[in-house]
């Protein structure tokens, strides 16, 4: 499903990140953002929350207009200028000038995000919002070793067992390698 965003992005009147008035999270994301910066969830946790939510990439061309075409997300410059694709975790955190540029939205697991980057290319949350964080090229390979999915650490767990793998649990898809018991 795409979302024109330009025409979110066009309402609104100031970038996100210049208000004086405290920011209330929009969703679990967003949430737990908050936690993790406020110190009351580790880190980990934000990233599988990260993986397991829905996210926006914003595209100049409607994907749904020509379906088999690829899909060419929003690429921003990081600090040491590394390419960074830029994601949202909700249509109202796109700086109008981006969602003018790239209008259509598409919605997509943070997980896929993670696994369809190139390399060398990192993952910026919300850009110019205080809910948000950027993650470098090395911590996205690092995310893709630490973090599976739910399916295949069931199968290594049975594999390793003997047994036949148990049901994904479809609420927490990707799950750490280190913990394949999940939650």
């Not at 679990?28 to 908050?34: K, Q």
């Not at 697991?109 to 190139?118: D, K, L």
């Not at 911590?139 to 049901?167: C, H, K, N, Y």
Request: glycine share 8%; net charge negative; proline share 10%.
């Amino acid at each position: 499903m795409t979302e024109n965003i330009g025409d979110n992005a066009a309402d609104q009147q100031t970038s996100p990140s210049t208000s004086d008035t405290p920011v209330s999270p929009a969703n679990p994301l967003e949430e737990a953002l908050a936690k993790g910066q406020d110190g009351t969830m580790e880190q980990s946790d934000v990233i599988l929350t990260f993986l397991n939510s829905t996210v926006i990439l914003l595209s100049v061309e409607d994907p749904e207009a020509n379906p088999d075409a690829n899909l060419d997300p929003v690429a921003l410059s990081g600090p040491n200028d590394e390419p960074m694709v830029a994601v949202f975790s909700d249509p109202s955190r796109v700086p109008a000038e981006l969602g003018e540029q790239a209008p259509y939205g598409i919605g997509v697991q943070g997980a896929t995000v993670v696994q369809s980057v190139g390399e060398g290319v990192g993952i910026m949350l919300n850009p110019g919002f205080e809910l948000g964080f950027m993650i470098e090229p090395s911590g996205v390979q690092m995310i893709r070793t630490d973090f599976r999915p739910a399916s295949e650490v069931q199968a290594l767990q049975a594999e390793q067992q003997g047994t036949a793998a148990a049901q994904t649990n479809e609420n927490h898809p990707v799950r750490p390698t280190s913990d394949p018991a999940g939650f």
